[in-house]
């Protein structure tokens, strides 16, 4: 398995388009294996069919990515994982002996963010370099 050197956390959302365009800037420029990671998280999905659309969601995200990645002359490798967000992070980033997680901000306010956000639990708990794009 090639090494990952950054790891894109999205969820499809406008903050993590800014992280993707990030993401890429840094692999097409220093030629960086890069990974997309979409964590399907089920706490709010109760239904089997919640849970399907949700998993179908991560997927188009991913293949999204991966052809915004193509355009730019970008490999993109794609991962899809059920879990906790920010402790899946935090995992697959381990697994993979990730160099830099780039990822979104969150829009929330400063004591959420220390107190508990995803991109928090990120930054505190990673043990590579982490982007936040804003």
């Known amino acids: 398995m090639v090494s990952v050197e950054i790891l894109l956390a999205t969820d499809g959302s406008q903050r993590a388009k800014k992280a993707q365009r990030a993401a890429f800037r840094l692999s097409k420029a220093y030629n960086l294996h890069m ?11 109760h239904s089997a069919s919640e849970r399907e659309k949700t998993i179908k969601q ?63 639990k990120v930054l505190k708990n990673a043990e590579c370099t982490v982007i936040v794009a804003r």
Request: net charge positive; no cysteine; charged share 20%.
């Open 58 to 120: 991560g997927e188009k995200v991913l293949n999204e990515v991966a052809a915004e990645g193509k355009k730019l002359g970008v490999e993109v490798e794609k991962i899809l994982e059920i879990g906790h967000t920010g402790n899946t992070i935090l995992k697959v980033s381990r697994t993979l002996k990730v160099h830099t997680i780039v990822m979104g901000s969150e829009s929330r306010n400063v004591l959420r963010f220390l107190s508990g956000s995803i991109t928090g």
């Open 35 to 45: 990974a997309a990671l979409f964590v399907v998280n089920f706490m709010n999905a």
